[in-house]
Structures are given as structure tokens and as C-alpha cells.
């Protein structure tokens, strides 16, 4: 193996590794963003349960549990994305749209 070689690997594992320590800083948000949904999705499974346990229908408590979870898990995200918008951040607004995605009519430009 030649300096050259020795240097370029050593070059990509500096790389991976920085990369590697970059993304360390988020992991404190992440398990929060998913502490909080946990708990979310705890909470309304337990209201679930106490429907069905109250002779509510399976099949209207399964909407139920999907609507309102969908929309306690939505309802912040979409209202930072609202704000960001209507002060022209449009940086976080094209974050948001690369974090959650899906790909809308907007992106195609």
C-alpha cells in the first residue's frame, strides 16, 4: 500500500467519523421526538381501551384511535411549518418538507 492509498482511507474514515460525531447532536432530539410520541400513542390506546371496555364498536374505536392519533401527532409539526411559512423561513419550510416528507406538486420545481 502506497502513502497516497494510506492517506485517501484515512481521509474517509476521518470523514465517516466526523460525520458520525456530527449526528451524535441530534440523538438527544430524536429520543425525545420519539419519548413523546410513545407516550402519545400510550395514552390514546389506553382511551381505546376503555371505549371497548364501555361496549363502544371495535370498528369505530379503530377510527377513533387512528384519527386522533394521527392528529396529535401531526398537529405540532404542522403548526411550526405554518409559522415558519408565514415568516418566510422558507429554509425550514424546505427542511420540513425533506424531513417528512412525501414529495408534494411543490418539489417538482
Not at 8 to 13: A, G, K, M, P, R
Not at 31 to 47: F, N
Request: charged share 30%; hydrophobic share 40%.
Amino acid at each position: 500500500m502506497g502513502h497516497l492509498e494510506a492517506e485517501e482511507i484515512i481521509d474517509t474514515e476521518v470523514s465517516h467519523f466526523m460525520g458520525w460525531l456530527r449526528a451524535q447532536d441530534a440523538v438527544g432530539t430524536i429520543c425525545a421526538y420519539r419519548s413523546s410520541a410513545e407516550s402519545t400513542r400510550d395514552e390514546m390506546v389506553e382511551k381505546a381501551r376503555r371505549l371497548l371496555a364501555r361496549g363502544a364498536e371495535p370498528e369505530d374505536v379503530l377510527r377513533y384511535l387512528a384519527h386522533t392519533l394521527t392528529n396529535k401527532l401531526t398537529h405540532w409539526p404542522c403548526v411550526q411549518i405554518r409559522q415558519a411559512s408565514a415568516q418566510g423561513r422558507e429554509e425550514l419550510v424546505q427542511a420540513a418538507r425533506e424531513i417528512l416528507g412525501p414529495k408534494t406538486d411543490d418539489d417538482a420545481s
